[in-house]
């Protein structure tokens, strides 16, 4: 064992393959359903929002499916990100467990995203597509799709939630920048939003509005796809490259994790470091793992939700998903950590959590900014609110450790920085932030 505090895999040892988690699920889960006929949903109707690509990788039941050459290649702009030993938190928090974490701020619009807007990006342009539509909450998903089209010459429409575009005016700039048009939702352009202003012009918004925003005007062009950033199969699928390097990392410093760690909106990022370690926990080699979800106590999704058949979206246009939800139009309170407003969770999460392979925990924003600054503070890396509740959960269980003086090996992902976040840090040192 080294006292390298940053761990760095070469990228010749990059995985060349995304791991499929469905392949090994011991009982499998509940498919999405037709709204109209409640039988299972085919191929067919996703085929006017993705391209046959995605479906199939949605289906796929295939344990490791090759990453093309051309993502590949743009993952090498920032990838592997680096795996890194948080020795001076260890030290503030007097813990004897050691603090690993997998830094995602590291890729170019500062978050875990562009594993997977890269490939849908890619997939769609194979296709033939010109133009990908989206929502985004924060702004994250926005910024990292927007490069993406940029990158393979598609198009770019935005719908951002209205209470993060006015809190995180940046992001929008930054969008805009790579090429793309954003819009704050609800917009009276379709019919979703134009529903949710007539019953409150005031609304706040939400990722679940959003998505109805964007696939309405998906479906109107056979030109044009829908593209998520979260919850799908697929999606999920793209972040465990996160995972699968860290696993190589920790090998490279001989250790192994007992606690993985990640925040969950839809679910993606999460799933990005725990499936790859999952794997081993089902597997029957590491049976003690402990893989734990950490949202907001204001969208309680797996700790307070129901598991149900629900819509992904608020207008009731996608198929129905089997999850934890809180209800399709449930409209968060306005919290900074903007992309863990959902009121959903991917369905492999849901069904995860729900046979006891995984645990969940929840913590009021105020909390969770407390964390943050101290992870600042010596780690030198500001967290995006998301993340923050990653850290959070990470030092909960460091403080545990002191008290039973047991050395366990905490991992957990930052899944991007809060550069742009700044403003909600702001009001945090002004003791103008609400509990939440
Ligand atoms: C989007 C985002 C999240 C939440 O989305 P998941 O799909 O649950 O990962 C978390 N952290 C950051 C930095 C994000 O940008």
Same mark, same amino acid.
């Given at each position: 064992?080294?006292?390298?505090?940053?761990?760095?895999?070469?990228?010749? @040892?990059?995985p060349?393959?995304?791991?499929n &988690?469905?392949?090994?699920?011991?009982v499998?889960?509940?498919?999405?359903?037709?709204?109209?006929?409640?039988?299972?949903a085919?191929?067919?109707?996703?085929?006017?929002? %993705?391209?046959?690509?995605?479906?199939?990788?949605?289906?796929?039941?295939?344990? #490791?499916?090759?990453?093309?050459?051309?993502?590949r290649?743009?993952?090498?702009?920032s990838?592997?990100?680096?795996? &890194?030993?948080?020795?001076?938190?260890?030290?503030?928090? $007097?813990?004897?467990?050691?603090?690993?974490?997998?830094?995602?701020?590291?890729?170019?619009? /500062?978050?875990?995203?562009?594993?997977?807007?890269?490939?849908?990006?890619?997939?769609?342009?194979?296709? /033939?597509?010109?133009?990908?539509?989206?929502e985004?909450?924060?702004?994250?998903?926005?910024?990292?799709?927007?490069?993406?089209?940029?990158?393979?010459?598609?198009?770019?429409?935005?719908?951002?939630? @209205?209470?993060?575009?006015?809190q995180?005016?940046?992001r @929008?700039? %930054?969008? @805009?920048?790579?090429?793309?048009?954003?819009?704050a939702?609800?917009?009276n352009l379709t019919?979703?939003?134009?529903?949710v202003?007539?019953? $409150?012009?005031? *609304?706040?918004g939400?990722?679940?509005?959003?998505?109805?925003?964007?696939?309405?005007?998906?479906?109107?062009?056979?030109?044009t796809n829908?593209?998520?950033?979260?919850?799908l199969?697929?999606?999920?699928?793209?972040?465990?490259? &996160? /995972?699968?390097?860290?696993?190589l990392?920790?090998?490279?410093?001989?250790?192994?994790?007992?606690i993985?760690?990640?925040?969950?909106?839809?679910?993606?990022?999460f799933?990005?470091?725990? %499936?790859?370690?999952?794997?081993?926990?089902?597997?029957?080699?590491?049976?003690?793992?402990?893989?734990?979800?950490v949202?907001?106590?204001?969208?309680?999704?797996?700790?307070?939700g129901?598991?149900?058949?629900?819509?992904g979206?608020?207008?009731?246009?996608?198929?129905?998903?089997?999850?934890?939800?809180?209800?399709?139009?449930?409209?968060?309170?306005?919290?900074?950590? /903007?992309?863990l407003?959902?009121?959903?969770?991917?369905?492999?999460?849901?069904?995860?959590?729900?046979?006891?392979?995984?645990?969940?925990?929840? #913590?009021?924003?105020l909390?969770?900014?407390?964390?943050?600054?101290?992870?600042?503070?010596?780690e030198?890396?500001?967290?995006?609110?998301?993340?923050?509740?990653?850290?959070?959960?990470a030092?909960?269980?460091?403080?545990?450790?002191?008290?039973?003086?047991? *050395?366990?090996?905490?991992?957990?992902?930052? *899944?991007?920085?809060?550069?742009?976040d700044?403003?909600?840090?702001?009001?945090?040192?002004e003791?103008?932030?609400?509990?939440?």
């Open positions: 064992m080294s006292d390298n505090k940053i761990v760095f895999l070469e990228q010749s @040892k990059m060349t393959h995304y791991y &988690i469905l392949a090994d699920l011991p499998p889960m509940d498919p999405p359903l037709n709204p109209a006929t409640k039988q299972p085919g191929p067919e109707d996703l085929s006017a929002i %993705f391209p046959m690509d995605l479906i199939m990788q949605e289906v796929s039941t295939e344990r #490791y499916i090759e990453i093309p050459d051309e993502v290649d743009l993952y090498r702009i990838r592997p990100t680096p795996l &890194i030993r948080a020795a001076n938190l260890e030290k503030e928090l $007097d813990t004897p467990a050691k603090i690993y974490f997998k830094y995602e701020g590291a890729n170019p619009t /500062g978050s875990h995203k562009t594993n997977t807007s890269y490939a849908q990006a890619y997939y769609n342009k194979k296709a /033939g597509i010109k133009k990908l539509v989206t985004t909450g924060a702004g994250q998903w926005g910024s990292a799709l927007s490069m993406a089209c940029k990158h393979f010459g598609l198009e770019c429409e935005v719908f951002m939630v @209205k209470v993060s575009y006015n995180k005016p940046y @929008k700039t %930054f969008m @805009k920048l790579f090429g793309a048009t954003v819009h939702s609800p917009t019919n979703a939003g134009r529903k202003l007539e019953a $409150d012009p005031d *609304s706040p939400s990722l679940g509005i959003a998505i109805s925003e964007a696939v309405e005007v998906a479906v109107q062009r056979d030109d829908y593209s998520l950033g979260s919850v199969n697929h999606v999920l699928l793209h972040q465990t490259v &996160i /995972g699968e390097e860290a696993k990392q920790m090998e490279m410093v001989d250790d192994y994790p007992d993985v760690i990640g925040c969950a909106g839809g679910g993606s990022n799933a990005g470091i725990a %499936f790859p370690f999952i794997k081993d926990k089902l597997s029957g080699e590491r049976k003690n793992l402990e893989i734990i979800a949202e907001p106590a204001s969208c309680p999704t797996l700790t307070k129901k598991f149900d058949y629900d819509f979206d608020e207008a009731g246009m996608t198929p129905l998903l089997k999850m934890y939800t809180l209800g399709h139009d449930f409209i968060p309170p306005k919290i900074h950590a /903007g992309g407003r959902y009121h959903g969770m991917a369905s492999s999460i849901s069904h995860l959590y729900n046979q006891g392979i995984i645990s969940a925990s929840a #913590y009021e924003q909390e969770v900014f407390k964390a943050a600054q101290i992870f600042a503070q010596t030198g890396i500001v967290p995006a609110p998301e993340s923050s509740h990653a850290v959070k959960e030092v909960e269980q460091a403080l545990k450790c002191k008290e039973t003086g047991e *050395s366990k090996t905490i991992l957990f992902n930052l *899944s991007g920085h809060g550069f742009l700044l403003g909600a840090y702001e009001l945090y040192l003791n103008q932030l609400n509990g939440g």
